[in-house]
């Protein structure tokens, strides 16, 4: 599976952003799709992870309330939905893949996408 990331940008604090995450290839209902972000400096945290059929999701401590995972199954594609953004979410941000039931890590990475929240 190949991932695609977009939807970065900037934003004030308390405004929101919708990322997306694109797949291509075959059996994308077969992966559980993660986010995660990287700020500069600091090591890259999970942020969010939703699973093949989307009716599982788990959430970081540092995001929940405030953001939302979801996946499109039809458009190939998984969504974070972000609310109230503080200037502490900026990071980049990199959704990942891996065959659910397959073990904790994910294998397949996007490329980042930027998101910068302005005070």
């Known amino acids: 599976v190949q991932l695609q990331a977009s939807g970065g940008g900037l934003v004030q604090a308390g405004g929101s952003l919708r990322l997306s995450c694109a797949a291509s290839?075959?059996?994308?209902?077969?992966?559980?799709i993660g986010w995660f972000r990287q700020a500069p400096g600091k090591e890259r945290e999970f942020v969010a992870r939703?699973?093949?059929?989307?009716?599982?999701?788990y959430s970081a401590d540092s995001v929940k309330g405030r953001f939302t995972i979801s996946r499109d199954n039809a458009k190939n594609t998984v969504y974070l939905h972000m609310n109230s953004l503080k200037p502490e979410d900026t990071a980049v941000y990199y959704c990942?893949?891996?065959?659910?039931?397959?073990?904790?890590?994910?294998?397949?990475w996007g490329q980042g996408t930027l998101v910068t929240v302005s005070s």
């Open positions: 939703i699973s093949r059929s989307g009716a599982d999701t």
């Open positions: 990942a893949a891996r065959l659910e039931g397959v073990g904790n890590g994910f294998p397949y």
């Open positions: 290839g075959r059996y994308f209902t077969s992966y559980t």
